[in-house]
């Protein structure tokens, strides 16, 4: 099947939104522009609380897109403008006077390629505490020692708490960034393909550790990898050219998914 | 409750404060840079306005009752006749008292005559007189009895220390001009080739724009001869080895070149066309025929636009090209033996600078292995960059223009000046000259090669080409910066005072070595007392800042012409 | 080291020759300052005679000059020993291994030149050119040699070289101790006879060096802030109408000539300090009243004219760091404050640090501007608002006067101008050092 016949196929947005249990964010309805190129239609899913919910999509669907408007990254895209709402819980994220910084607080974000602070190991943790808060040594200390521990990584670095961030291998380095993110106990984390970067063994590493941080974190995962999303995720939403086709508990996804396009998805017939 | 909100909390507003501050204060700092730059222009531009008598008239106190205040004028303002001879001197006093501010203007008339004397009184009812008539030369006085300081501004006229046909003239500037046609004065022989050469001109940009029928007809009966017109191009040029070299003779010489070279090429295109039994009408395949064509009209249009302001519209300033410096009369000084200076010892460093560079360029970008040896020349070509042009005037002054020890002895000459500047200008051409072959995209190289051309060849044809127009704009934006450089002339030996036109090769003809640059200049006038010399400084700095920013722009103008070419 | 090149035809010689003509200009350079340099010092050292030949050896072969040669052939033998295993077998086995009687004779010897010598480093230098030849001939034919010792071996060169600075620092004496140690600097007192020197004149360069390092770091205090600031602000903050007007005014800036900012400080800036010093001197901060050329005049426009440098190159600094840093901290809930100061100036640093000594190197050099602004008085003062005199103003001073070649006056430029010349150099070194090591990193 051609590019062409598919586009005819899209189903809309889907509205379909049963989820088990309470959702932690409420996405709804959000269009997003890049100047006059619109890259969102009409998306709205929940993301449940204390699960992991994955984003699937081909190259350019709109997965990172999604994920960046989560926590008000786009804003930083000086042509990227968007209609529609986020909320979690109280706050409403997309509103025109949302406090940035408290949204970003409680929603922290790990990226593609590892990007630790040109500091110490100790100091990449505590950075984002220390923006918050006045934490005493001692505070401090531990708060870094169980977010190292949160994150897997705390018995490679114990002993040079002190060396420099990037002197780690990538997948500590990722491990590093998650320690960094969860430091400040946001409610949700959102990765943007954390693994792509990594070899199979530092993403196995990843994926184990996320399994881990569900129990206290809300996690959104957007990746690449089908077989990551079937192993690592509750939900899962299927995105393509903008638009969110299927969203769906994993099993059901994957093993009888309700679109044929996801279907096609799936079973590697494009993407 | 989290654990973590257990910790004490950092004040939000406060963080929000440091945000707007932060971005305030880097806006700020970024601000004082054009402050700076505002202040700086302003101090420049404005000792170039002539200002007149300005003073003050110290308070009357009870040991002085009454303050005076001496005024005189060098030469008349009015003729036998009595008429003006140009405006009329005006002076204003101004001073405050209890019923608020008081301005007062007198008009000064300074007859032919000496001695002859009015004074001026100032009380608290004002001034007793709106106009005086004084002798020229003869000193008269303002009397204050007011115990307030009374300011003396001259608003307009000429200054008490002007010459004889009232120049200067309170609030202009410094650097006069006139524009005026060729004709008006008469014409005389050189003048009339001036005027060819520029019809000349115009008519061949015309020709290769438009070429008409008309005109391709009588061209095409001389095409055969396209070989001999290209020789004949060249004679002009004798006319430099003849006779003295003067801007005119200069613009003569160059647009009779370029017209003849344009004719010629347009010959022999025609020529070829008509081999071949092409259509001579068919425009497109005319601009075709042409070799170098384009070249030839950059070249064409930037002399015709540059000899416009001399030949037909005689631009004239003669504070760049006719004054020299005038003890006397500081207004009356203008730079143009500094201006000749400059220009040749910039030309002497760009035929001494350039091939040496771009050849070391090119070696070290295209033939050189990496070796220790390269290495250790391309360290040296940065570290030499950084070096203090000071020390470049002393390498200058022992090789150059000393006699014994290693020196060649070329004494404290134009010769001297423009090889040390040419060492100086040196790393830096060759940087922005490996930059631009640096970013000649590989695939050229490979292809030249691929079709079996030598390294030479693929240099030659293929890279340089490309990299010409980086290359030309890095060495003219060099050489504008070479410009303003006054350090290591001084050390060589520049003069502050030259009265007469420079010798470029007097060190080789011994003749009159003294030789000075415009940047020597300022540095001399700043160094002078008296706020007229200053005046004349700022005036020469704005000169200097012109030829850079011409420079400039004539780079700009063929990185812009190259890339578009590049892009087409 | 003569590398062999093959020439492949006509141009590549040309060529070749253009490139090498950099090296001559170089060594051009140097040869010229240390030759007249040299030609300064003998000079000096000449008429103060301090050439005459006692007991006590002088410059070079002092007793410090020997004490440094004989460490540095000890400390040449050990890496000779190292680096060629050849060599220890060449050894005659008879020359080195002696009984343990003569290596004592041997270290009785040189306590008794020791204490004949009465110079402390010479008598050490004795005792380890004994040391080092026993050493040697105990482990040459110790194969694990190669890894030991190797404080041993620094130690022999930091004595080399302490005694080699000593020798002609103090003993090639007044010369260049003169020079780099005092600061009285009148290089044209009376002197009955112009030509040569006489008791009169001094050549204590500090006088002259810090004045010029006054008028660089003030330079430096104004550049910096205003600099760095414009940076970050160009880089993080960019609002295109803001960048389209601070972008040019930096270029027109870094463009003006050094003698316009020359004027501008004779004529403008002057004044105003003049009142400000005026002000100080009624509060008592200062001793004497200000003149109208000082260094504070020089620092506040050569910071000026080096603004436009520290802008430029930090922003490429902070352009160089990933995007990623920055995402990164931002999403932590940071504010763009936080995250410029708290990560991006530190990712940027080293280039943001290389782009300011660079900056130092030039207004280190600077000639015209602060000539005119400064002044040319040569004193050692730290009174900030009373004339002196720059290294390179005393050049520009002493050029622009009459200058006889052999002269004592003629030469001396050329010592300032060596001095100059290496402070510059190491400065561009090190800024050049630290800066393509950023530049690896990013």
Redesign the interface.
Same mark, same amino acid.
Request: glycine share 8%; with cysteine; aromatic share 10%.
């Given at each position: 099947m051609t590019e062409e016949n598919i586009e005819n196929d899209i189903p809309p947005s889907t509205r379909k939104l049963d989820i088990d249990g309470d959702a932690e964010i409420h996405i709804d309805g959000l269009d997003l522009w890049y100047g006059t190129k619109q890259a969102l239609y009409d998306v709205s899913l929940p993301i449940a609380k204390n699960c992991v919910t994955s984003l699937i999509g081909p190259s350019g669907c709109g997965k990172s897109t999604l994920l960046r408007t989560i926590?008000r *990254?786009n804003d930083?895209i000086p042509i990227c403008r968007y209609e529609g709402k986020i909320v979690q819980g109280e706050t409403e994220i997309t509103a025109k006077d949302a406090?940035?910084?408290? /949204?970003?607080?409680n929603i922290? *974000?790990v990226?593609q390629?590892p990007?630790?602070?040109?500091?110490s190991i100790y100091d990449n943790v505590a950075?984002?505490?220390k923006? &918050? &808060?006045?934490?005493s040594r001692e505070?401090l200390d531990s /708060?870094v020692e169980k977010s190292l521990k949160r994150a897997a990584i705390w018995s490679e670095v114990s002993d040079r708490l002190h060396d420099l961030g990037t002197s780690l291998s990538g997948g500590q380095q990722q491990r590093l960034?998650i320690a960094?993110?969860i430091? /400040?106990?946001p409610d949700v984390i959102l990765m943007d393909e954390p693994c792509s970067a990594l070899d199979p063994i530092a993403t196995a590493a990843i994926e184990e550790l996320i399994l881990e941080l569900k129990k206290d974190f809300t996690v959104v995962i957007v990746t690449h990898s089908m077989s990551q999303a079937a192993r690592v995720s509750d939900y899962t939403g299927f995105m393509y050219l903008g638009r969110m086709v299927e969203f769906n508990k994993t099993e059901k996804i994957f093993s009888d998914p309700d679109q044929e396009l996801t279907k096609r998805y799936i079973t590697g017939r494009f993407g | 409750m989290?654990?973590?909100?257990k910790?004490?909390?950092?004040n939000?507003k406060g963080?929000e404060f440091i945000e707007k501050v932060g971005s305030g204060g880097l806006a700020l700092t970024s601000i004082i840079g054009l402050v700076f730059l505002l202040i700086l222009v302003y101090q420049i531009a404005k000792p170039t306005i002539i200002d007149g008598e300005e003073g003050e008239i110290v308070a009357a106190t009870e040991f002085l009752p009454i303050s005076d205040y001496i005024l005189k004028w060098d030469n008349p303002s009015v003729d036998e006749d009595g008429n003006l001879i140009s405006e009329p001197i005006i002076i204003q006093l101004a001073w405050d008292d209890e019923n608020g501010s008081h301005e007062h203007e007198i008009e000064i008339t300074v007859i032919p005559q000496r001695n002859v004397k009015e004074n001026i009184q100032l009380n608290e009812n004002g001034v007793d007189t709106n106009e005086v008539t004084v002798g020229k030369k003869t000193k008269f006085f303002i009397y204050s009895t007011l115990s307030t300081p009374v300011s003396v501004h001259q608003i307009s006229g000429p200054t008490p220390a002007a010459n004889e046909t009232g120049y200067p003239q309170v609030n202009t500037f410094v650097i006069q001009s006139d524009v005026s046609t060729v004709f008006s004065n008469g014409i005389s022989i050189e003048e009339s080739m001036a005027i060819i050469s520029w019809c000349l001109l115009m008519v061949m940009i015309l020709v290769y724009i438009f070429p008409n029928e008309k005109i391709i007809q009588p061209i095409a009966s001389i095409s055969k001869n396209h070989q001999i017109i290209r020789w004949i191009s060249l004679v002009p040029f004798l006319f430099f080895i003849l006779y003295e070299i003067t801007v005119i003779r200069f613009f003569i010489v160059l647009n009779c070149f370029i017209g003849l070279r344009m004719l010629a090429n347009l010959s022999e295109g025609i020529f070829r066309l008509s081999n071949q039994m092409k259509p001579l009408n068919d425009r497109i395949l005319l601009k075709h025929s042409i070799v170098n064509r384009d070249g030839l009209m950059l070249w064409a249009k930037l002399f015709f636009l540059v000899s416009t302001f001399f030949i037909p519209l005689n631009v004239h300033i003669p504070f760049l090209t006719e004054r020299y410096q005038d003890i006397f009369q500081p207004y009356s000084s203008g730079i143009r033996s500094a201006f000749y200076g400059t220009f040749w010892v910039m030309g002497i460093a760009m035929v001494m600078a350039i091939p040496v560079s771009i050849g070391a360029a090119i070696y070290l970008e295209e033939y050189a292995k990496p070796t220790r040896l390269t290495k250790l020349i391309q360290a040296l070509i940065t570290n030499l960059a950084g070096v203090p042009s000071i020390v470049f005037g002393l390498f200058g002054l022992a090789i150059f223009v000393r006699e014994g020890g290693f020196g060649l002895g070329f004494g404290p000459s134009i010769f001297a000046a423009g090889l040390t500047m040419g060492v100086m200008a040196m790393p830096i051409i060759v940087l922005a000259a490996q930059e631009a072959l640096r970013s000649v995209p590989r695939s050229i190289r490979e292809s030249a090669y691929g079709i079996g051309c030598t390294r030479w060849q693929v240099t030659k044809d293929h890279v340089l080409p490309s990299a010409m127009p980086g290359m030309m704009t890095g060495t003219i934006l060099a050489m504008s910066r070479i410009v303003g450089e006054a350090a290591p002339l001084l050390v060589v030996g520049a003069f502050g005072a030259v009265l007469f036109d420079p010798e470029p090769f007097a060190a080789l003809t011994d003749g009159n070595i003294n030789f000075t640059v415009i940047p020597i200049q300022i540095y001399a006038w700043t160094a002078e007392p008296g706020h007229e010399w200053h005046a004349m400084a700022a005036a020469a700095s704005i000169a200097l800042i012109a030829v850079m920013i011409s420079m400039n722009s004539i780079a700009i103008i063929l990185r812009e012409y190259y890339r578009r070419r590049l892009n087409s | 080291m003569v590398p062999k090149i093959q020439f492949e035809d006509k141009a590549h010689i040309f060529l070749f020759l253009s490139g090498l003509s950099v090296i001559f200009i170089t060594i051009g350079i140097i040869e010229t300052l240390l030759g007249e340099s040299v030609e300064f010092f003998q000079e000096v050292a000449a008429s103060r005679g301090w050439f005459d030949f006692d007991i006590e050896f002088k410059g070079l072969m002092s007793q410090y000059g020997m004490a440094s040669g004989v460490f540095l052939l000890c400390y040449a033998s050990m890496i000779l020993v190292r680096k060629n295993p050849n060599l220890r077998t060449k050894i005659p086995q008879t020359m080195v291994l002696l009984p343990p009687k003569a290596v004592f004779a041997l270290y009785l010897v040189a306590f008794i030149l020791f204490i004949y010598f009465d110079n402390i480093l010479l008598g050490i230098s004795m005792f380890c050119l004994i040391f080092t030849w026993k050493f040697i001939a105990d482990v040459s034919f110790d194969d694990d040699f190669v890894q030991q010792k190797f404080g041993l071996q620094k130690t022999l060169f930091a004595l080399g070289i302490a005694s080699f600075s000593l020798a002609i620092t103090t003993n090639y004496s007044g010369a260049l101790g003169e020079f780099f140690f005092q600061s009285q600097w009148t290089p044209t007192g009376s002197c009955p006879d112009r030509r040569s020197l006489c008791e009169n004149m001094s050549f204590g360069i500090n006088s002259l060096l810090f004045t010029t390092i006054q008028v660089a770091f003030g330079a430096l205090l104004i550049a910096v802030p205003i600099g760095v600031g414009c940076a970050i602000f160009l880089s993080e903050y960019a609002q295109p109408r803001l960048v389209a007007v601070v972008k040019p005014t930096l270029e027109i800036l870094a463009g003006i000539p050094s003698v316009v900012y020359g004027f501008f400080a004779f004529i403008y800036i002057g004044p105003i300090v003049v009142e400000f010093g005026e002000y100080a001197f009624t509060q008592g901060w200062i001793d004497e009243p200000p003149n109208i050329l000082n260094p504070i005049n020089g620092a506040i426009v050569v910071g000026i004219m080096i603004l436009p440098l520290i802008a430029s190159m930090s922003e490429d600094a902070l352009r160089a760091v990933?995007n990623?840093?920055r995402?990164?901290?931002?999403?932590?809930?940071?504010?763009k404050i936080?995250t410029t100061v708290?990560?991006m100036i530190?990712?940027a640093l080293s280039g943001i640090i290389a782009s300011i000594i660079l900056a130092l190197s030039r207004a280190v050099g600077e000639t015209m501007a602060v000539t005119l602004a400064v002044g040319t008085v040569a004193v050692f003062t730290t009174n900030m608002f009373l004339p002196a005199q720059t290294m390179t103003a005393y050049i520009a001073q002493k050029v622009s006067g009459d200058l006889s070649y052999g002269d004592i006056g003629y030469l001396t430029i050329f010592a300032v101008g060596l001095y100059l010349f290496f402070i510059t150099l190491s400065l561009n070194l090190l800024g050049n050092k630290i800066l393509t090591n950023f530049r690896e990193e990013y």
């Amino acid at each position: 099947m051609t590019e062409e016949n598919i586009e005819n196929d899209i189903p809309p947005s889907t509205r379909k939104l049963d989820i088990d249990g309470d959702a932690e964010i409420h996405i709804d309805g959000l269009d997003l522009w890049y100047g006059t190129k619109q890259a969102l239609y009409d998306v709205s899913l929940p993301i449940a609380k204390n699960c992991v919910t994955s984003l699937i999509g081909p190259s350019g669907c709109g997965k990172s897109t999604l994920l960046r408007t989560i926590n008000r *990254m786009n804003d930083l895209i000086p042509i990227c403008r968007y209609e529609g709402k986020i909320v979690q819980g109280e706050t409403e994220i997309t509103a025109k006077d949302a406090d940035l910084v408290s /949204i970003r607080k409680n929603i922290g *974000m790990v990226f593609q390629r590892p990007n630790p602070f040109p500091k110490s190991i100790y100091d990449n943790v505590a950075y984002g505490v220390k923006l &918050h &808060h006045k934490p005493s040594r001692e505070q401090l200390d531990s /708060i870094v020692e169980k977010s190292l521990k949160r994150a897997a990584i705390w018995s490679e670095v114990s002993d040079r708490l002190h060396d420099l961030g990037t002197s780690l291998s990538g997948g500590q380095q990722q491990r590093l960034c998650i320690a960094r993110s969860i430091a /400040i106990e946001p409610d949700v984390i959102l990765m943007d393909e954390p693994c792509s970067a990594l070899d199979p063994i530092a993403t196995a590493a990843i994926e184990e550790l996320i399994l881990e941080l569900k129990k206290d974190f809300t996690v959104v995962i957007v990746t690449h990898s089908m077989s990551q999303a079937a192993r690592v995720s509750d939900y899962t939403g299927f995105m393509y050219l903008g638009r969110m086709v299927e969203f769906n508990k994993t099993e059901k996804i994957f093993s009888d998914p309700d679109q044929e396009l996801t279907k096609r998805y799936i079973t590697g017939r494009f993407g | 409750m989290k654990e973590i909100d257990k910790l004490p909390v950092r004040n939000r507003k406060g963080r929000e404060f440091i945000e707007k501050v932060g971005s305030g204060g880097l806006a700020l700092t970024s601000i004082i840079g054009l402050v700076f730059l505002l202040i700086l222009v302003y101090q420049i531009a404005k000792p170039t306005i002539i200002d007149g008598e300005e003073g003050e008239i110290v308070a009357a106190t009870e040991f002085l009752p009454i303050s005076d205040y001496i005024l005189k004028w060098d030469n008349p303002s009015v003729d036998e006749d009595g008429n003006l001879i140009s405006e009329p001197i005006i002076i204003q006093l101004a001073w405050d008292d209890e019923n608020g501010s008081h301005e007062h203007e007198i008009e000064i008339t300074v007859i032919p005559q000496r001695n002859v004397k009015e004074n001026i009184q100032l009380n608290e009812n004002g001034v007793d007189t709106n106009e005086v008539t004084v002798g020229k030369k003869t000193k008269f006085f303002i009397y204050s009895t007011l115990s307030t300081p009374v300011s003396v501004h001259q608003i307009s006229g000429p200054t008490p220390a002007a010459n004889e046909t009232g120049y200067p003239q309170v609030n202009t500037f410094v650097i006069q001009s006139d524009v005026s046609t060729v004709f008006s004065n008469g014409i005389s022989i050189e003048e009339s080739m001036a005027i060819i050469s520029w019809c000349l001109l115009m008519v061949m940009i015309l020709v290769y724009i438009f070429p008409n029928e008309k005109i391709i007809q009588p061209i095409a009966s001389i095409s055969k001869n396209h070989q001999i017109i290209r020789w004949i191009s060249l004679v002009p040029f004798l006319f430099f080895i003849l006779y003295e070299i003067t801007v005119i003779r200069f613009f003569i010489v160059l647009n009779c070149f370029i017209g003849l070279r344009m004719l010629a090429n347009l010959s022999e295109g025609i020529f070829r066309l008509s081999n071949q039994m092409k259509p001579l009408n068919d425009r497109i395949l005319l601009k075709h025929s042409i070799v170098n064509r384009d070249g030839l009209m950059l070249w064409a249009k930037l002399f015709f636009l540059v000899s416009t302001f001399f030949i037909p519209l005689n631009v004239h300033i003669p504070f760049l090209t006719e004054r020299y410096q005038d003890i006397f009369q500081p207004y009356s000084s203008g730079i143009r033996s500094a201006f000749y200076g400059t220009f040749w010892v910039m030309g002497i460093a760009m035929v001494m600078a350039i091939p040496v560079s771009i050849g070391a360029a090119i070696y070290l970008e295209e033939y050189a292995k990496p070796t220790r040896l390269t290495k250790l020349i391309q360290a040296l070509i940065t570290n030499l960059a950084g070096v203090p042009s000071i020390v470049f005037g002393l390498f200058g002054l022992a090789i150059f223009v000393r006699e014994g020890g290693f020196g060649l002895g070329f004494g404290p000459s134009i010769f001297a000046a423009g090889l040390t500047m040419g060492v100086m200008a040196m790393p830096i051409i060759v940087l922005a000259a490996q930059e631009a072959l640096r970013s000649v995209p590989r695939s050229i190289r490979e292809s030249a090669y691929g079709i079996g051309c030598t390294r030479w060849q693929v240099t030659k044809d293929h890279v340089l080409p490309s990299a010409m127009p980086g290359m030309m704009t890095g060495t003219i934006l060099a050489m504008s910066r070479i410009v303003g450089e006054a350090a290591p002339l001084l050390v060589v030996g520049a003069f502050g005072a030259v009265l007469f036109d420079p010798e470029p090769f007097a060190a080789l003809t011994d003749g009159n070595i003294n030789f000075t640059v415009i940047p020597i200049q300022i540095y001399a006038w700043t160094a002078e007392p008296g706020h007229e010399w200053h005046a004349m400084a700022a005036a020469a700095s704005i000169a200097l800042i012109a030829v850079m920013i011409s420079m400039n722009s004539i780079a700009i103008i063929l990185r812009e012409y190259y890339r578009r070419r590049l892009n087409s | 080291m003569v590398p062999k090149i093959q020439f492949e035809d006509k141009a590549h010689i040309f060529l070749f020759l253009s490139g090498l003509s950099v090296i001559f200009i170089t060594i051009g350079i140097i040869e010229t300052l240390l030759g007249e340099s040299v030609e300064f010092f003998q000079e000096v050292a000449a008429s103060r005679g301090w050439f005459d030949f006692d007991i006590e050896f002088k410059g070079l072969m002092s007793q410090y000059g020997m004490a440094s040669g004989v460490f540095l052939l000890c400390y040449a033998s050990m890496i000779l020993v190292r680096k060629n295993p050849n060599l220890r077998t060449k050894i005659p086995q008879t020359m080195v291994l002696l009984p343990p009687k003569a290596v004592f004779a041997l270290y009785l010897v040189a306590f008794i030149l020791f204490i004949y010598f009465d110079n402390i480093l010479l008598g050490i230098s004795m005792f380890c050119l004994i040391f080092t030849w026993k050493f040697i001939a105990d482990v040459s034919f110790d194969d694990d040699f190669v890894q030991q010792k190797f404080g041993l071996q620094k130690t022999l060169f930091a004595l080399g070289i302490a005694s080699f600075s000593l020798a002609i620092t103090t003993n090639y004496s007044g010369a260049l101790g003169e020079f780099f140690f005092q600061s009285q600097w009148t290089p044209t007192g009376s002197c009955p006879d112009r030509r040569s020197l006489c008791e009169n004149m001094s050549f204590g360069i500090n006088s002259l060096l810090f004045t010029t390092i006054q008028v660089a770091f003030g330079a430096l205090l104004i550049a910096v802030p205003i600099g760095v600031g414009c940076a970050i602000f160009l880089s993080e903050y960019a609002q295109p109408r803001l960048v389209a007007v601070v972008k040019p005014t930096l270029e027109i800036l870094a463009g003006i000539p050094s003698v316009v900012y020359g004027f501008f400080a004779f004529i403008y800036i002057g004044p105003i300090v003049v009142e400000f010093g005026e002000y100080a001197f009624t509060q008592g901060w200062i001793d004497e009243p200000p003149n109208i050329l000082n260094p504070i005049n020089g620092a506040i426009v050569v910071g000026i004219m080096i603004l436009p440098l520290i802008a430029s190159m930090s922003e490429d600094a902070l352009r160089a760091v990933p995007n990623e840093l920055r995402e990164g901290s931002l999403a932590l809930g940071a504010t763009k404050i936080e995250t410029t100061v708290f990560v991006m100036i530190q990712a940027a640093l080293s280039g943001i640090i290389a782009s300011i000594i660079l900056a130092l190197s030039r207004a280190v050099g600077e000639t015209m501007a602060v000539t005119l602004a400064v002044g040319t008085v040569a004193v050692f003062t730290t009174n900030m608002f009373l004339p002196a005199q720059t290294m390179t103003a005393y050049i520009a001073q002493k050029v622009s006067g009459d200058l006889s070649y052999g002269d004592i006056g003629y030469l001396t430029i050329f010592a300032v101008g060596l001095y100059l010349f290496f402070i510059t150099l190491s400065l561009n070194l090190l800024g050049n050092k630290i800066l393509t090591n950023f530049r690896e990193e990013y």
